[in-house]
C-alpha cells in the first residue's frame, strides 16, 4: 500500500487510545475467549472506570470430552461467570448459539446489532476474523458478524479492537493486570490443564513481553483498532 496514504490517513483520522473508552462490549465466540485474548486490558479498563459488558455468542457445549452438551455448558458458563467476575465483568449477557454447531451469520448480526443498539458502547472488543489461517467457524462468525453489525450500529466514534490479530496497530500495557489475566484463565479448569496453561504462558507471556518492547513495559496485549467507517470498503484498513 502506499506509505504517503497511510500517513495521510492516519493524520486525517487518529485512533484514540482504547483505554480512554469507558462503555466496553466485548463480543465473544466462547467462553475463556476473553480472559485468554484481551484479559489484561479488561481487568485494566475496569481499574480505570470503565463499564464491561460480555457478550457470548455460544454456550461453549462442545469444549469437554465425555460430559453431555448440558453438562459442559453448565460447567463453562459457571466456569466464566467466576473468570468474569475476577476480571471485574459487570454483566454477561449469552446469545446460546451452538458451541461448533450450525447456525446462520446473519442471524447471529441480528442479535448482535440488537446489543450494540441497547447497550451503545464506545468500544467492542472482539476476535479477528480475517486472521490468516484462522479455522474455527465460532471466531470467524462471531467475528465477522461484529464487524458487520458495528459498521452500520456502532456510534460513528466508537471502535471495534480486534484481538488474537495478525495486523496490531495498538498496544495496551498491562503489567499490573498480567497475573490477573492469569488467574483469570487459570479458572476455566475444563479447558487449560496444568500443560496447556504452560505453553499459553509461554507463548502469550512473549508475545506481550515482546508487544511490551514497542511501548516501554514489561507485558502488552495487541490489537487491530479502527472506526466502524473503514470497515467498508476501506483499501488501507490493514495497514492504518
Known sequence: MEEKIVQNLKKMLPIPKIEERRNV???????????IGAGGTIAKMKSLGSKVTYLMVTEGGAGIKGKSREETVKIRKKEQEDAAKLLGVDKIIWLNYPDGG????????????????NLDPDLILTVDPFLPYETHQDHR?????????ASSSLDPNGLIAFFFTAYPNQYVSVDDYW??????????????NEE?????QQYFG??????????????????????????????EAMWI
Open 206 to 235: 512473549f508475545k506481550a513481553s515482546v508487544y511490551g518492547e514497542k511501548i516501554g513495559c514489561k507485558y502488552a496485549e495487541n490489537f487491530k483498532v479502527l472506526f466502524p467507517i473503514m470497515l467498508h470498503c476501506f483499501e
Open 102 to 117: 450450525e447456525y446462520d451469520i446473519n442471524d447471529v448480526r441480528t442479535d448482535l446489532k440488537k446489543n450494540i443498539e
Open 141 to 149: 462468525i462471531c467475528g465477522l458478524a461484529t464487524a458487520q453489525a
Open 179 to 192: 497475573d490477573k489475566k492469569v488467574e483469570a484463565i487459570k479458572v476455566h479448569e475444563s479447558q487449560i
Open 196 to 200: 496447556f496453561l504452560l505453553i499459553i
Open 25 to 35: 462490549l466485548c463480543i465473544l465466540p466462547h467462553p475463556d475467549d476473553g480472559e
